[in-house]
């Protein structure tokens, strides 16, 4: 037997919307044994007190377990849940869902869609945005392209993270240790999460020959063109899912990539598009970075989304990508991450779109 990626996209009313999930496994849809992993959107702001990520995760793991019939931790153990806030502008809140199932040997020898999975240790907050959540991601990262089969870094598309951030508490604890975090911000705790995560796809797939603690958010010509990295306060380790095509699977979705270099770049979707040989009807998925600009201007015209004191420029620049990138596929139902230090280029970010070919 082969293996054969399954992905489900299912729109939700909202983070405790569980009912499209349920009902794909009730009717028969998915088995909720070969579920590995759930990316997902939430109506959250994406920010640190932003509780809907968790608060959607445990309403995920609760369905899980009921189908299942086991506890809450044997989920934690087997499926990868990354659930990113923030539907700003016209993006879809809604859930990915990615199936690992047996399938008959595949008809072509051409490479299918391939999913692996790896989780870190838990970090200290001290090890947060430093060279431990680097290293660790970086051998996670190595582990889940084993797990999917993929033997090359050139086949692999997209890696989703989730990454824990740091808050007061966390803060307090490792000062009564002794321990110094990286950062006393607990808005920049997120910042520094995503890069040193980023760093660490980076240095698994080849990107870059070292990636030092010194260089998190600050070296900016150190980055991956297939990382997405998410921060929340629900975790404190590291969650991955890798995504690329190999050979030895079944089915007919494949995925590709590209990098945006800026927020308006709609070219980098079309590239993709054309190289599947696929239109919006035939898309599965888009996943995709989104990040204003440091520089202040895109294209040499000035942006205010870094002046803005009542929106949060990571919020802008969601749903400017989206509208963006919207426009192009022909549906809302996107997943646009905000942040995205050493994630692309400066005021760029990858994307990646899985077709059905």
Known sequence: MSRQTKVLRLPTAGPQ??????????????????????????????????????????????VLAGALGCPLSEIEKRVAIVMSGGTEGGLSPHLLVFCREAAPPPASAGPRLAIGVGLTR??????????AQIQETAAAVTSAMKDAGIT?????????????????????????????????????SMALSRGASALGVALALGEVRDAPEEAVCRDWSLY?????????????????????????WSGDLLIDH???RDAIDAGAAHR??????????????????????PSGAIRGRRHTMLDDSDIHSTR?????????????????????SGGAEHQGPAGGGPIAIIGRV
């Open 224 to 248: 991956s063109r297939v990382a997405s990295t998410s921060s929340g306060v629900e975790l404190l380790r590291n969650e991955i899912v890798v995504l690329g095509n190999a050979h030895g």
């Open 152 to 188: 090359t870094p050139h086949d692999v598309h997209f890696v989703q993270i989730k990454c824990p951030l740091l808050t007061k508490d966390r803060i307090e604890e490792a000062a009564k240790r002794g321990a110094a975090t990286a950062t006393d911000d607990t808005y920049h």
């Open 17 to 62: 919307d569980t009912s499209p999930l349920a009902a794909a496994i009730e009717a028969g849809e998915l088995d909720p044994a070969t579920i590995v992993a759930i990316v997902g959107k939430t109506e959250g702001n994406g920010c640190v007190n932003d509780f809907t990520r968790g608060y959607a995760t445990l309403a995920l793991k609760l």
């Open 316 to 336: 802008h620049a969601r749903a400017l990508v989206g509208g963006v990138l919207a426009g192009v596929i022909g549906d809302t139902m996107l997943y646009v």
């Open 258 to 260: 590209d990098v945006m």
């Open 122 to 131: 838990p970090f200290k907050p001290e090890e947060i945005g430093r060279a």
């Open 272 to 293: 993709i598009l054309g190289r599947l040989g696929v239109t919006g009807e035939d898309v599965t998925a888009v996943l995709a970075k989104a990040e204003a600009a």
